[in-house]
């Protein structure tokens, strides 16, 4: 028999890389709180997950079983697994950039 990682603990293995490409920006404030808005925005199953223990933010969207982006709350990183221009563009030119976006 196969021995398969628990889902939470695959992702708190992998804080720097693995599922999230090595992409990062660093959001805080504003562009956190714009972010959070656009992402629910996109599609009504989206959802953000806040892990209160690790102090993660993850970000989850229907049919898939790990997060598309993962946010520490306490160096306001912002982890996620497609192109940079598409995740600035959700906070600086949402309409621009949602028609098409792979997280809608």
Not at 14 to 28: H, K, M, Q, V, Y
Not at 48 to 54: G, Q, R, S, T
Request: a neutral charge; glycine letters at 6%.
């Amino acid at each position: 028999m196969k021995n398969i990682k628990q889902f939470k603990e695959f992702v708190n293995e992998s804080s720097d890389a693995g599922i999230f490409l090595d992409r990062f920006d660093n959001w805080i404030g504003y562009d956190w709180k714009k972010f959070q808005e656009a992402f629910l925005k996109l599609n009504k199953d989206n959802k953000i997950i806040h892990d209160k223990k690790e102090n993660y933010y993850y970000g989850m969207i229907k049919g898939e079983s790990t997060p598309v982006w993962k946010y520490d709350d306490l160096d306001g990183q912002l982890m996620f697994d497609i192109q940079r221009n598409l995740v600035g563009g959700l906070v600086y030119n949402y309409n621009m950039v949602s028609k098409k976006h792979p997280w809608s």
